[in-house]
Every structure is written in structure tokens, then in C-alpha cells.
């Protein structure tokens, strides 16, 4: 038979916080086997760093944001969007190539605890050029004007 210090009597423990639990075993003959499990609880997933670098001139598309990520459980999974929700990569946390506007990502780490962001890209504003025009050169070959 088993029973754990839950007072759970079957052959495996689940759906448990972390902390320590003991189990004894006792078989047909009576022998009895006092075993204790710690089961701990990963560091929490936790953004460490994040840096975005806009877009450099009006409508280029050489934008990046850059995220660290520690505790969770690894591996992580990255989930890159635009503001329509079009995936723009699963596999990094780092995206470059960017156009001003909206960027969400999601960390997941291997149990499933994930967190989320929203970024915003920014760009300068369109540079305008207006040539006002004083007069009319009067004669070909002059430079009056």
C-alpha cells in the first residue's frame, strides 16, 4: 500500500504545490519504506532586459527590439506579431527589420507559464522639402533670377 503525507494513497503524487512529502510503502509482508520528495518551484519567468531601437528615416524599415528573459523553465518559445496579429517569428527574442508601428510578443518557457508584451517602433517624421520660387530668370544665358 502507499500513503503519502497528503493522505493520498496512491502510487504517484499529483497536482501538489512545492514543499516536501513523505511516502511509506508497505508491502504484502508488512516491511515498511519511509521516503520523502521535495518537489521546488521554478524561479519565476521574468523579462530582464528589453531595448528598441527605432526606425532610423521616415519609412525605412530597420527598426529591432531586443529582449533577455531569465527563470521559468527552459527552453523558452517566442511569439513575434504585428498589430494585425501576422506571426513575424517564433524563434528568437530579438526581431530586426521593422517598420514603425505596434509589436506584440509572447515568452512561453516548457510549462507553459508565459508572459506578454507590447512594444511600439517609432520613426521620425517625413522630411519635406519646399522651394519657393522669387522670380523668373529673365533672358536665356542671365542669372538674375
Do not use: H
Request: a negative charge; glycine letters at 8%; one cysteine or more.
Amino acid at each position: 500500500t502507499y500513503l503519502w503525507s497528503t493522505g493520498t494513497n496512491t502510487v504517484s503524487l499529483q497536482g501538489v504545490k512545492a514543499g516536501s512529502y513523505m511516502l511509506t510503502v508497505v508491502d504484502a509482508n508488512g516491511c515498511r519504506v519511509i521516503s520523502e520528495t521535495k518537489l521546488i518551484t521554478p524561479p519565476v519567468l521574468e523579462l530582464v532586459t528589453e531595448k528598441i531601437d527605432n526606425v532610423t528615416g521616415y519609412s525605412l524599415s530597420n527598426g529591432r527590439i531586443k529582449t533577455e528573459f531569465k527563470g521559468g523553465t527552459l527552453p523558452y518559445t517566442y511569439q513575434w506579431t504585428d498589430s494585425t496579429g501576422k506571426i513575424l517569428s517564433e524563434t528568437s527574442n530579438t526581431i530586426s527589420g521593422l517598420i514603425a508601428g505596434t509589436y506584440n510578443l509572447i515568452i512561453r518557457d516548457s510549462k507553459d507559464c508565459s508572459l506578454s508584451f507590447v512594444y511600439e517602433v517609432e520613426q521620425p517624421d517625413e522630411l519635406e522639402v519646399s522651394i519657393e520660387e522669387k522670380s523668373i530668370i529673365s533672358c536665356q544665358g542671365s542669372n538674375d533670377g
